[in-house]
Structures are given as structure tokens and as C-alpha cells.
């Protein structure tokens, strides 16, 4: 409960910084979010699953854009399985970064960031290699000089010859080249590039946990505003190739098959109930036979944290 007890604080503070932004109906979602949770547990109450709650789902929402990076992490694990075993594919990760800017210069980049990645990944050398992408934006804020830091993370899905391939391997060099070629930024110092195996979970929530960091956007409101405005109804995650394919796979269920069964025995339900500082556990009860049926011997649905 540690964690979620430390996510609904921070959800306090982001009451304050958005209520501007939204109107009350939505405020009061904001408010009332996980304030109630129901965890099914095992016979030893070590083993804690969420059952129910009652997310805001508001996409700034520490509580909420946590649980959704969790679930997200899996899906990406799913689609990278798929496009390994039936697509023959590696996977390299790419980060691509520029100078910081201040809030004023922030939306610019972005657009320019949106720019630059299209010129880049349409250069003949990187349309060879890329068989496929998934995207994210993500920005950092530096409050030691009041500026801030958009760049991508990139997941690319490549052929397994493309390591040993001299003629199509791109090195970290000229990955540098490339995106200060496609960005006119010549001062740019460093890109950074792996490659990745498919069930590295740092690398998963990387790609997967939300845009800015709530210990970032959650400083003050002139901070909170910035990402607010510069992220609103921004696309976080974009895919491309064999990861679109995936994804409709994902969606439909048909990747399911992939998803490991949860073999923990279910047997009690818990009550939590936010208290406004801490959850108090107010009961205990036993699982009938249709909800341990619904419950038991399911697939999971998200990864736990590291």
C-alpha cells in the first residue's frame, strides 16, 4: 500500500494545480479518485491484486497515469514478443535529445522534435533499417536554471542480421550526425543508443510510464501549467510498422495468448478507504465461489514495478 498511499498524496497536490484547467464534474472525479480500493489477497495476505477502485483517469493524475504505465509496460512486452517470434525482429533503443529551453521556446520544440523525427526516419539509412517504432515524448524540467528538456524514447524493431551487417549498421556516431543534420542544432553533444532484450523492464517503463515525471510537473503551478499546456492533447505514444500491426493484435485480443496466467489462490477481498493522509483497511471478506471463479487463475494484466 506504500505506493499507493504515495501516489494519492501527490494526487493532493495536483488537485491544486489543475482545478484551473478543468471544470467541476471533472474536479470532482479528481477528488474522489481511488479513495476507495478492493484488493483480493491470498490466505497468507501477502499476495495483494486490485480489484476495484475509483480512478479520475485524468491523464496528469499520479495515481492514475502509474496504474496506466503498469498496463502499458505489459502491452509493449506483448507486442515485442509477437514481433520477435513471428517477425524475426531485435529491438534498439533510441534516445534522441536537444539543448534544454525555456517555457516560452517549449511548444516550438516540440513541434520541431515532430519534424526532425520524420526528416530523420525518412533518410534512406534509417528507412532500411527501421521495421517498425513506437514513440514517446517525454519531457524533464530543470529547476536549477528554470528550463526544460523534451526528447524521445525510441523502440526500434530491426532485422537480426542488422548487428552483424556492416552495411546497413548504424553506428552511435552517426546517429549523432544524423540528428543534428535533421535538427540544424550542430551543438548537440550525445545521442544514446542500445540494444535491448525484449523483457528488459527498465527499458519497458521507459517507453510506457507517462510524458513527465508528477516529481517534475507537480513543483508549482507556473511548472504544472507548462506541462499542462505543452502535453495536452498530444499523442504520448505513437507506433509505426510491424508495432501498428501489433497493436491492432494487442487491442483485439489476439496477442492474449501471450499473457502469463496469475496461479496465486485468491481467497479473501480487502477494503481500503483514503483517510486523508493514509488508506485504512475497513473489512475483510471472504470471496464467494463466482468471484473466485471470475478471479482465479486469470491473466495478468500489467507489470509490477521494479
Request: hydrophobic residues 30%; proline residues 2%.
Amino acid at each position: 500500500m506504500n505506493k499507493y498511499t504515495e501516489k494519492k498524496k501527490r494526487n493532493q497536490v495536483f488537485q491544486n494545480f489543475i482545478k484551473r484547467h478543468i471544470g467541476e464534474n471533472q474536479m470532482e472525479l479528481v477528488r474522489e479518485c481511488n479513495t476507495f480500493l478492493s484488493f483480493v489477497t491470498d490466505k497468507t495476505l501477502e499476495k495483494k491484486k486490485l480489484y476495484k477502485a475509483n480512478p479520475c483517469k485524468n491523464r496528469f493524475c499520479p495515481v492514475c497515469s502509474w496504474r496506466k504505465a503498469r498496463k502499458d509496460a505489459l502491452g509493449l512486452s506483448l507486442m515485442m514478443q509477437y514481433v520477435k517470434q513471428h517477425k524475426q525482429k531485435e529491438f534498439i533503443f533510441l534516445t534522441l535529445t536537444t539543448p534544454n529551453v525555456k517555457v516560452n521556446y517549449l511548444e516550438d520544440e516540440i513541434k520541431n522534435y515532430n519534424k526532425s523525427f520524420k526528416k530523420m526516419f525518412e533518410r534512406k539509412k534509417v528507412r532500411m533499417i527501421s521495421k517498425g517504432y513506437v514513440r514517446k515524448l517525454e519531457i524533464t524540467y530543470n529547476k536549477k536554471d528554470d528550463t526544460y528538456n523534451p526528447h524521445f524514447h525510441v523502440l526500434i524493431a530491426v532485422n537480426k542480421s542488422y548487428f552483424k551487417d556492416t552495411k546497413v549498421y548504424i553506428k552511435q556516431k552517426e546517429w549523432l550526425d544524423l540528428w543534428r543534420d535533421v535538427t540544424n542544432m550542430p551543438e548537440i553533444t550525445q545521442v544514446y543508443i542500445q540494444k535491448i532484450r525484449q523483457n528488459d523492464n527498465k527499458e519497458l517503463y521507459e517507453m510506457a510510464k507517462y510524458s513527465g515525471k508528477d516529481s517534475d510537473y507537480l513543483v508549482n503551478q507556473k511548472v504544472f501549467d507548462a506541462f499542462y499546456k505543452s502535453l495536452k492533447g498530444k499523442q504520448v505514444l505513437v507506433y509505426s510498422g510491424l508495432f501498428k500491426e501489433a497493436r491492432k493484435k494487442l487491442k483485439n485480443g489476439e496477442l492474449d495468448y501471450l499473457r502469463e496466467i496469475d496461479l496465486t489462490e485468491y481467497i479473501y477481498q480487502i477494503f481500503y478507504i483514503w483517510n486523508k493522509k493514509e488508506y485504512l483497511a475497513s473489512e475483510l471478506h471472504d470471496l464467494s465461489e463466482q468471484e473466485k471463479r471470475e478471479i482465479n487463475k486469470r491473466m495478468i494484466s500489467e507489470i509490477e514495478e521494479e
